[in-house]
């Protein structure tokens, strides 16, 4: 069986709640994973929208969560997780507005996929401050020995 990743908020390709969206109250997902590689060192976990800003004529990937050194042993996140509350170790990175920390679906025009995606690595990362995905990506290059993908959908009504 290979790795994968399920949310209770949301099911594989439905519709992210307004709850987890800017016109919520901007909470993360409740997140699962099973079946991580016994030969895991450490989780990666990396929130994006390849559809910005126009499903319809995509210019951006725009990132909204990363999070990285997530202890191989947790299996998961709960629903509006604050930094104090993530497993022990883990460490943030930036997301498009500039900032740690989870920022949901806001999309400016139509229906976008926000790819939920996790990495198992075969090392625990250095401390490499509040990396983008770009940096955070070099950095796991040749560490990644498996990962899975929610999908999850957004447009503002």
């Known amino acids: 069986m290979s790795m994968t990743i399920i949310s209770s908020s949301f099911p594989?390709?439905?519709m992210i709640p307004r709850r987890h969206t800017c016109q919520g109250h901007d909470t993360s997902p409740e997140l699962f994973w099973e079946e991580v590689p016994d030969s895991a060192k450490s989780l990666v976990l990396i929130v994006d929208d390849p559809d910005a800003p126009d499903p319809a004529a995509p210019?951006?990937?725009w990132v909204h969560w990363v999070l990285y050194n997530i202890p191989a042993t947790a299996l998961?996140?709960?629903e509006g997780v604050a930094?104090?509350?993530l497993p022990p170790g883990?460490?943030?990175g930036l997301n498009d507005w500039e900032r740690t920390g989870y920022g949901g679906p806001c999309p400016p025009i139509g229906r976008h996929r926000y790819f939920h995606k996790?990495?198992?690595l075969d090392t625990m990362l250095p401390d490499l401050g509040q990396p983008t995905k770009a940096r955070l990506g070099e950095a796991m290059q040749g560490h990644v020995i498996a990962s899975a993908?929610?999908?999850g959908l957004y447009?503002?009504?």
Do not use: C, H, V
């Open 12 to 14: 594989k390709g439905g």
């Open 59 to 61: 210019k951006r990937t």
């Open 76 to 78: 998961g996140l709960p």
């Open 83 to 85: 930094t104090a509350d």
């Open 90 to 92: 883990t460490l943030e």
């Open 118 to 120: 996790l990495y198992a």
């Open 149 to 151: 993908e929610l999908i």
């Open 155 to 157: 447009q503002k009504q």
